[in-house]
C-alpha cells in the first residue's frame, strides 16, 4: 500500500484565528476515508490546502507522493475534486461545462473529450441531459454535474467535500452506489461530510476534526468495535435486574444493557428465568456516539463572553 | 487555454449585448446629425465629427472618437474587471485551478481575452462607422481630407484609421490592466469595474484641474484623444508616442502587479 494523502503539522491562520491547526492525515491507497468535523473545524480549508488552493501557513503535504502546492501540475490531473459545492457556467449547458473544464488543463486529447465528457454524464445518471442551461438545472442536478466534473480524468483519488449536499435520499444512494463501485476500480476516496450515517456506510477509515485539531484518525472497525456488552429489550426491565444482578449497567426504559459479550448467552439466563425478551443485540458504539464524544461542541456556536 | 478563454468570452450573449450598445451610439449621433444637419463647428464636440457631413468616409473615426471618452472604456472595465472575479464569484475559479490551470497561464488567458474582445470591439464600431459614413453621408471614396485641411489619398486614409484603432486598443489596454488588477484583489466584478472607472474618472477630472497639472502628464486618460494627430499633416508624433509609452508603463506595471497578487492568493470563493 502507498500514501496517497500524507500532511504534517498542517497550519492554516487566518488573522488570529487558526483555521487549521496542526493536521497529520495519513491516507492510503484503496482507502475510503471520512474526513468529519463540525461546521467551522476546517475541513474545507484543509481541503483547498490539498488541492493548492489555498496555502498552508506552515507544514508540510504530499499528494500522491509529490510535493503540493509544487508538484501541482504533475499531480492534480490525477485528482478529481468537489470543493464547497458545484460550480459551473450557468449560461451553458452541463455538457459544454464539462468540455470547457476539461479543454481548460493539459492531457486527453480534444477527439476523446466527447467521449470522456459522455462517459462521465453517465456515470452520474445525466446521460440524457439535453442542450439547457445549467440555471435552468435543479440542486441536485448541478451536484451530480459537478460530481461528473470530478470524475472527468478518471482521477485516481477523489477529493469529495461534502458531495451529497442537496441531494435525495435517492441521490444519495445513487452517489454511494457510485463511490463504491469506483473504490471496487481502485480509485482512493477523501470524503468530507456531516452525514454521518453516510460515513458510516461507505468509509473504512475516519478522522475527526475539532476547531482545527485532529481528534480521532482510527479504522471504522476499530471505532464501532462490540463494547462487550448485550442489549436487552425487555417489557420488565426489573426483573432482569434482579436476575442478572450485577451485570446490568443501565436501564433505559425497556433497553438494559448487560455486561457479556455473548447474546446467547445472556438469552438462555433470562429465558430460564421466564423474563420476556423482545430484543437483543451485540452493544456497538455508533458513529455518531463516536464523534461526539471526541468533539466537543460546534464551533460555528459563538457565545457571548461573561 | 486561450482558446478555452476565447471561446467563453465569445460565446457570452453579454460580449455581444455590450458591443451592440457601443455601436448604438455612433448611429444615433449619425441619425440626429442627418435629420437636423446640425453638426458642432470645427473644433468643437467630438473630433471629426464636424466634418462628417462633408464626408462621410471619417465616420469610422468619429465613432471612435465618440465611445472613446466613456462607452468604451466602460465596456472594457466590464469585462476586464469580470475576468478572474467573475470566475471567483461564481466559484469556477476554485476548480479551474484545481483542474490545474496555473495561475499564470489563466492570468495571460484572460488577459489576451480581454485584448481580443477590446480588438474586436474597436474594429466593429470603426465598421459599423464606415458602413454608417458611407450610406448615410456623403463619402468620397477617392480620399478625404486630414483635420488639417489638406487631401489625403484613400490609400492614406485607411492607413491612419487602421494606426488609429490601433492605438485606441492601446489605450483601452490600460484600462484593462487596471480593471485585471482590481480583479484579482476582489471576488466581486461589481467592485473591479468601479475601481477601474473610479481611476479613470479620477484621471479625467484631474486633467481638467490646474494645480493638477505637474502629474497631469502622467494620468492614464492624458493622451487617450492623441489619435486624432494621426489625421493631421505632417503626422504629429510626440503625442502618439508618449501615449504608448504611458500605456506600455501603466500595462507593464499593472499586470505585474495583479500578477504577483494573483499567483500567491488563497482562493477562498
Ligand atoms: N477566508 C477566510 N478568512 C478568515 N477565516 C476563514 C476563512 N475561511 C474560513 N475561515 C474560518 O476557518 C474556520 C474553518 O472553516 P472551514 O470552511 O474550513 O470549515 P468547515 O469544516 O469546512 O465547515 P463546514 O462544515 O461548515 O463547511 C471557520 O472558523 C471559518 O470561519
Ligand atoms: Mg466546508
Redesign the pocket.
Same mark, same amino acid.
Given at each position: 500500500m502507498s500514501a496517497v494523502i500524507t500532511t504534517s503539522g498542517l497550519v492554516k491562520q487566518? +488573522?488570529r484565528?487558526r &483555521? @487549521?491547526d496542526g493536521i497529520d492525515l495519513d491516507v492510503q491507497a484503496g482507502d475510503v476515508y471520512g474526513f468529519l468535523? &463540525?461546521? +467551522?473545524? +476546517?475541513?474545507?480549508?484543509? @481541503?483547498?490546502m490539498l488541492l493548492g488552493l489555498v496555502l498552508p501557513t506552515s507544514g508540510e503535504i504530499e499528494l500522491l507522493g509529490e510535493r503540493m502546492p509544487r508538484a501541482g501540475r504533475r499531480v492534480l490531473p490525477r485528482v478529481g475534486a468537489l470543493i *464547497?459545492g458545484p460550480a459551473h457556467y450557468g449560461h451553458l449547458s452541463g455538457r459544454e461545462n464539462l468540455s470547457l473544464l476539461d479543454a481548460a488543463g493539459r492531457g486527453g486529447s480534444w477527439r476523446t473529450r466527447r467521449r470522456r465528457v459522455d462517459h462521465a454524464l453517465d456515470q452520474v445518471g445525466l446521460g440524457g441531459i439535453g442542450r439547457r442551461p445549467v440555471k435552468a438545472y435543479s440542486l441536485g442536478m448541478q451536484q451530480r454535474l459537478g460530481l461528473a466534473g470530478a470524475l472527468l480524468r478518471r482521477p485516481e483519488l477523489l477529493v469529495l467535500? *461534502?458531495p451529497t449536499n442537496g441531494l435525495d435520499p435517492q441521490g444519495i444512494s445513487e452517489v454511494r452506489e457510485l463511490l463504491l463501485e469506483l473504490h471496487r476500480g481502485g480509485t482512493t476516496v477523501f470524503l468530507?461530510s456531516?452525514l454521518l450515517a453516510e460515513v458510516e456506510q461507505l468509509c473504512s477509515r475516519v478522522v475527526v476534526?475539532d476547531r482545527?485539531r485532529l481528534v480521532l484518525q482510527e479504522e471504522l472497525a476499530t471505532l464501532t468495535a462490540p463494547t462487550g456488552c448485550t442489549v436487552v429489550h425487555t417489557p420488565t426491565p426489573e426483573r432482569v435486574r434482579g436476575t442478572l444482578d450485577g451485570r446490568v449497567t443501565s436501564v433505559d426504559g425497556e433497553r438494559v444493557i448487560v455486561r457479556g459479550s455473548d447474546p446467547a448467552e445472556v438469552n438462555a439466563l433470562l429465558v430460564g428465568a421466564g423474563i420476556p425478551v423482545s430484543g437483543l443485540a451485540l452493544e456497538r458504539p455508533t458513529l455518531e456516539e463516536v464523534v461526539l464524544a471526541a468533539a466537543g461542541t460546534s464551533?460555528?456556536r459563538v457565545e457571548a463572553r461573561p | 487555454m486561450i482558446v478555452v478563454e476565447l471561446r467563453k468570452m465569445f460565446r457570452r450573449p453579454r460580449t455581444w449585448a455590450t458591443i451592440a450598445v457601443l455601436n448604438a451610439l455612433p448611429l444615433l449621433v449619425a441619425v440626429l446629425l442627418l435629420l437636423t444637419d446640425l453638426a458642432p463647428r470645427a473644433g468643437q464636440g467630438p473630433p471629426f465629427l464636424s466634418a462628417v457631413l462633408r464626408n462621410g468616409a471619417l465616420y469610422p473615426l468619429a465613432a471612435l472618437a465618440i465611445v472613446l471618452p466613456l462607452f468604451l472604456p466602460i465596456a472594457v472595465a466590464v469585462v476586464a474587471g469580470d475576468s478572474i472575479a467573475g470566475e471567483a464569484q461564481a466559484g469556477t475559479l476554485r476548480y479551474l485551478l484545481a483542474r490545474p490551470v496555473g495561475r499564470t497561464r489563466l492570468l495571460v488567458a484572460k488577459l489576451v481575452a480581454v485584448l481580443a474582445f477590446v480588438l474586436v470591439t474597436v474594429v466593429v464600431v470603426a465598421g459599423v462607422g464606415y458602413v454608417i459614413g458611407s450610406t448615410l453621408f456623403d463619402a468620397q471614396p477617392i480620399g478625404g481630407t486630414s483635420v488639417s485641411g489638406t487631401p489625403l489619398t484613400s490609400a492614406d486614409l485607411s492607413g491612419r484609421t487602421l494606426l488609429a484603432i490601433g492605438y485606441v486598443a492601446v489605450s483601452m489596454l490600460g484600462v484593462a490592466a487596471f480593471a485585471l488588477l482590481f480583479s484579482t484583489l476582489t471576488d466581486s466584478p461589481l467592485g473591479a469595474t468601479m475601481g477601474a472607472l473610479a481611476v479613470l474618472v479620477a484621471s479625467s477630472l484631474l486633467f481638467t484641474l490646474d494645480a493638477a497639472s505637474p502629474i497631469a502628464p502622467y494620468l492614464p486618460t492624458r493622451y487617450w484623444l492623441a489619435f486624432v494627430d494621426l489625421f493631421r499633416d505632417p503626422i504629429q508624433w510626440r503625442d502618439i508616442t508618449r501615449g504608448l509609452a504611458l500605456q506600455g508603463l501603466y500595462v507593464g506595471v499593472l499586470l505585474a502587479a495583479a500578477w504577483a497578487n494573483f499567483t500567491t492568493k488563497?482562493i477562498?470563493s
Open positions: 487566518y +488573522g484565528l &483555521a @487549521v468535523g &463540525a461546521n +467551522g473545524s +476546517g475541513k474545507t480549508t484543509t @481541503v483547498r *464547497e467535500d *461534502e468530507s456531516h476534526l482545527g464551533p460555528d | 488563497d477562498t
